[in-house]
């Protein structure tokens, strides 16, 4: 079984991470192959909505698979699943979010237009004790949350429970582990009842009225994560991660 399970249920597609060993982290290979899937998904005219989720309740997603990054392998931006949802992507996408989501697993959960949470779920945004920002989705919190709550979730990396991300507007419904997937499909099939031209229509205009400014901010999200991995803390982050020490940052001139 491949680090990406994909199953139909009905009108619903499902993309699960199945990398539970290491609480679902996102190396290259994983990121690609959710690509494939998603786009796949928004081939076939018969999936009307499409669910992500992960595999087991210890995570729904780690993140970015440091070991990897401290390797050198990191996926091209433009291929990336998160670019992909975040540029447009057509059909509606429900997390299922089994499980802490961490980093970039928060990230994914953001991209998304509908959130179900586990009970024990929590958010969480790590990136500045990495050494880099969390530009994939992370900064964009202000457009959703007080700026003193995106902040402090942004600059302290204190986690965010499920619960309160209900609160606070982040996440449809907070449910036991084991209603998790089935609530989210079962929100995925009540769309798939519905015009699937109006529901697309409907998507798009909701999402183009957030921000016409949207192409500007990825942009300058992009430049700021490809100078931060230009640097010397982006790979330190990584290599005290893999080393389990703390990390050494350098000044800022």
Same mark, same amino acid.
């Given at each position: ?11 619903? /597609?499902?993309?699960?991470? &199945? ?12 990121? %690609? ?11 076939? #005219?018969?999936?009307? !909505? ?15 698979? %440091? ?17 992909? %949802?975040?540029?447009? *992507? ?5 997390? !299922? ?24 779920? *929590?958010? !969480? ?11 994939? /989705?992370?900064?964009?919190? #202000? ?15 204190? #986690? ?11 996440? &449809?419904?907070?449910? #036991?582990?084991? =209603? ?40 300058? &999200?992009?430049?700021?994560?490809? =100078?931060?991995? !230009? ?23």
């Amino acid at each position: 079984m491949g680090t990406v399970v994909c199953e139909r249920v009905g009108a619903v /597609g499902v993309v699960r991470i &199945n990398r539970p060993q290491v609480r679902n982290a996102l190396d290259p290979d994983t990121l %690609l192959a959710m690509t494939d899937a998603l786009l796949g998904y928004d081939a076939d #005219p018969g999936v009307r !909505a499409v669910v992500l989720t992960g595999t087991g309740e210890l995570s729904f997603s780690a993140g970015m698979d %440091l070991r990897a990054a401290a390797e050198g392998r990191l996926v091209d931006v433009a291929r990336s699943p998160l670019t992909l %949802l975040r540029g447009g *992507y057509r059909k509606p996408v429900i997390a !299922a979010v089994n499980g802490p989501a961490v980093g970039g697993g928060f990230e994914l959960a953001l991209a998304c237009d509908l959130v179900v949470a586990a009970e024990h779920a *929590y958010f !969480a945004l790590p990136e500045v004790g990495r050494g880099i920002a969390a530009s994939e /989705g992370g900064t964009d919190l #202000p457009r959703r949350l007080p700026i003193a709550v995106a902040l402090e979730l942004g600059l302290t990396a204190e #986690p965010l429970p499920a619960a309160r991300a209900h609160e606070l507007g982040l996440v &449809n419904a907070v449910v #036991p582990a084991d =209603e998790v997937l089935p609530r989210a499909l079962a929100l995925g099939a009540r769309i798939a009842t519905h015009s699937p031209a109006a529901v697309l229509a409907t998507k798009r205009l909701m999402h183009l009225s957030l921000d016409p400014r949207e192409r500007d901010l990825a942009a300058a &999200n992009r430049l700021a994560t490809l =100078e931060l991995l !230009a640097g010397p803390d982006a790979a330190e982050g990584a290599a005290a991660f893999v080393a389990r020490r703390a990390p050494r940052w350098a000044d800022v001139p």
